[in-house]
């Protein structure tokens, strides 16, 4: 999916990929506070 979706917002020049970089940071963020907060819960 990721691949596809790649190429696709290479033709859409600068703000595409500034569009492209928020998302993939977003689900970043997102995915390591919740792996941290289970991590939190496994230690106690």
Do not use: E, P
């Amino acid at each position: 999916m990721m691949g596809g979706y790649g190429f696709g917002m290479m033709n859409c020049g600068l703000l595409g990929w500034i569009i492209y970089l928020l998302i993939i940071g977003i689900v970043v963020y997102y995915s390591t506070k919740l792996a941290l907060k289970h991590y939190d819960r496994v230690q106690k």
